[in-house]
């Protein structure tokens, strides 16, 4: 890992300053949380006890028989409606999704009748759906309560406020506008129709399937505690009915109530509303009977810059935001988990997240209970939006975490400067090391950022002391076969004058062996000698040497033709050299080069084969190439590269000559000498093979 990587990590280690600022935060938020839980909970159970043993406040009726009991199969709850709906059949103003529908079943499985009770200020409202039912309506000529006139029709049996039991069936003779018709017992129980106005309502058949639809508006003042719905499904105009819902087929008996808030109720809860907080009174099963809700809080206290950081900030304390559970879905509905602890006679709190929404809620539930009794017979609960302690969450969030972002920042852009500079340093102090050791083996001992006094420099220092040892060691190594070349040029002659002496001598056969061998290495160590000082030679030649102008391709083509007289077991074949090519340098130099390229060419290859040069010329570019082919076995592995250093061999003496090495490492000296290089790759097989590439450059290096 690089060090700008290790310094721009230790400082992105001071976001830990922040995540300690938001845990505090964090911890602030809980502690306001509970105590607006707390303070929410005491004031839901102020006002509970205000509501203790009210059961005229609660339900309508006199005594509200079952109130404090959860709601029957075919008990009614009334769903508060946020306003009037329109009557005209379509239920598309009620709400959708609410579990107070009250499901029917008729004597066939795809006949039901569907109920769902809403009320508004003082009217109760009802959405009657049939399913799987032809509309049939009732004769419009004839007496209705005449059996062959009869279609299907609604019956609907209530208590009265003052204890009495009414009966009224509603009916059309087409869809639209309905008519409501109570029965009134006369003397000798004769029946009588009074139509009652205060019913009003319309029916339409349902689109896309069987069925159809009637909404009702009723009077609560008319209505007491009992009450049923009852649907007449007739196939046929006068054809006995098929009677299902909530009232009792043959004696009309509601078996079941309307459990609806008092009147008065939504007034009450009224009294204790502030801004932002909604009271709702409940039954034990958590529909809501009234609700109280105050115009919540308008504006911030932040400005528009802050409440984009406090919603930016928002995102990073989410997890302790979060809510414990989302609100009802259902219009009407309280929280089941909160309802149950309420109906068990505890106090509760939990925080709400409304579906699809960012605002979050805190809400309160306290049970009310019977008077002279723990019977709970209702539940309240105190919503209150979280924006108080959010707005104080947000204030100390903002403040907290711009202040620490900022020492984040100046701290990781300090690092960033100190890994950047240590970085620019190291850089150089690597740039040097790379170009300490110069292609033909000289070493610099110049060092950057010797003068600095930190650590840095002390190994600047280090190296550049190391490189001063190593440079003088080299030198030593460059001179010393000169010197050993003319140390051993005086014992070598006196070895070859013995060995020449003794060989005039009379000497067994054995003896005769051991003195060829001897004269065998006497050769050989006189030729390495002879190398070396050849190699010295080579080396103040060419520093010597002067340059001219000269067409290098007519050197070629005169070298490649004396080269096939020499070397008769080889093809040689020059490409590329038609046109002139001029360069300045040092020709005897260059063709010195090409004899020993052609010589280990020729040494490698079989007999017989051809050996290429192709010269590459071209008169946009800054080079010459000349490209040296010959086929034969791959460069060594492990020579690619010290192929061209000075006294390193890879091949054994298989033509009976020693050699030491040199002949690559003298072309690499006279390409540097014309500012060029040397380059050795091996050839795809088949058939395979070697080329050399020395490049020349165009304008010599002291021009």
Not at 227 to 235: A, C
Not at 245 to 266: F, M, Q, V, Y
Not at 461 to 475: E, I, K, P, Q, V
Not at 650 to 661: A, I, L, Q, S, V
């Amino acid at each position: 890992m690089l060090i700008r990587t290790k310094l721009l990590l230790l400082g992105l280690a001071t976001l830990a300053l922040p995540w300690a600022g938001c845990q505090y935060v964090r911890e602030v938020e809980n502690s306001l949380r509970v105590a607006e839980g707390q303070s929410l909970l005491a004031v839901a159970q102020t006002i509970a006890t205000s509501l203790r043993g009210r059961r005229d406040l609660l339900y309508r009726g006199v005594d509200g028989p079952r109130s404090h009991e959860p709601a029957g199969p075919y008990d009614y709850v009334p769903v508060p409606l946020a306003s009037a709906p329109q009557l005209d059949g379509r239920g598309d103003d009620w709400p959708q999704a609410t579990p107070t529908w009250r499901h029917f079943r008729g004597s066939h499985d795809s006949d039901r009748l569907e109920v769902l009770v809403g009320t508004h200020e003082r009217h109760l409202y009802l959405l009657i759906v049939a399913l799987g039912d032809q509309l049939v309506l009732d004769a419009g000529d004839a007496a209705a309560l005449e059996p062959s006139a009869s279609g299907d029709r609604v019956w609907i049996v209530y208590g009265t406020p003052a204890g009495a039991q009414e009966q009224m069936f509603v009916s059309s003779s087409s869809t639209g506008a309905v008519r409501a018709r109570r029965i009134v017992t006369r003397e000798l129980g004769r029946p009588e129709l009074i139509e009652e106005l205060r019913v009003q309502g319309a029916l339409r058949r349902l689109d896309g399937r069987d069925g159809w639809a009637m909404e009702l508006r009723l009077p609560l003042s008319m209505l007491g505690h009992g009450f049923g719905v009852l649907l007449d499904d007739r196939d046929r105009r006068g054809s006995l009915p098929s009677s299902y819902g909530s009232l009792a087929p043959r004696t009309l008996e509601p078996r079941g109530h309307l459990i609806a808030a008092a009147p008065e109720l939504a007034d009450w809860l009224a009294q204790f509303a502030s801004p932002g907080v909604r009271i709702a009174a409940a039954t034990t099963a958590g529909s809501v009977l009234a609700e109280a809700n105050a115009q919540p809080v308008v504006g911030s206290g932040i400005s528009s810059s802050q409440a984009l950081l406090s919603q930016l900030y928002r995102r990073f304390l989410r997890g302790s935001t979060l809510a414990q559970r989302a609100a009802p879905t259902e219009r009407g509905q309280l929280d089941p988990a909160q309802t149950g602890e309420a109906a068990a006679g505890r106090g509760s709190t939990a925080l709400f997240a409304a579906p699809g929404q960012q605002r979050l809620a805190v809400a309160a539930a306290a049970p009310v209970l019977d008077s002279g009794s723990d019977r709970v017979i209702a539940v309240l609960q105190v919503t209150q939006t979280a924006d108080r302690w959010l707005l104080l969450r947000d204030r100390a969030l903002t403040r907290l975490l711009n202040l620490t972002l900022f020492a984040v920042a100046i701290v990781v852009g300090a690092t960033l400067l100190l890994g950047a500079h240590l970085a620019v340093r190291l850089e150089r102090v690597r740039r040097a090391s790379d170009a300490a050791l110069s292609r033909d083996g000289r070493l610099q001992t110049e060092f950057p950022e010797t003068a600095a006094s930190d650590e840095l420099g002390d190994v600047a220092r280090g190296f550049s002391s190391l490189l001063g040892r190593l440079a003088d060691y080299t030198g030593y190594l460059r001179t010393l076969a000169g010197k050993l070349s003319h140390e051993i040029r005086t014992p070598l002659t006196i070895v070859r004058s013995s060995l020449e002496n003794l060989e005039s001598e009379p000497l067994p056969d054995s003896a005769r062996t051991y003195l060829a061998r001897a004269r065998e290495g006497s050769e050989r160590l006189g030729a390495i000698v002879q190398a070396m000082g050849a190699a010295t030679r080579v080396e103040e030649a060419i520093r010597a040497a002067e340059r001219s102008h000269f067409d290098f391709a007519a050197l070629l083509a005169s070298a490649t033709q004396a080269y096939g007289d020499a070397f008769p077991q080889r093809v040689f074949q020059l490409e590329g050299a038609t046109a002139p090519c001029e360069l300045h340098g040092a020709p005897d130099l260059l063709l010195q080069a090409l004899d020993k390229l052609i010589d280990n060419a020729v040494d490698f290859s079989p007999p017989g084969s051809t050996i290429r040069l192709r010269l590459r010329d071209s008169s946009d570019d800054e080079w010459v190439w000349l490209e040296v082919e010959n086929d034969g076995p791959p460069l060594p592995p492990e020579g690619g590269a010290r192929l061209f250093e000075s006294l390193w061999q890879h091949r054994r003496d298989h033509d009976g000559r020693p050699h030491f090495g040199l002949g690559l490492y003298i072309v690499r000296l006279i390409a540097e000498f014309h500012g060029g290089r040397i380059l050795a790759a091996d050839l795809p097989s088949p058939p395979g093979g070697v080329r050399f590439t020395l490049g020349i450059a165009r304008k010599s290096p002291d021009l």
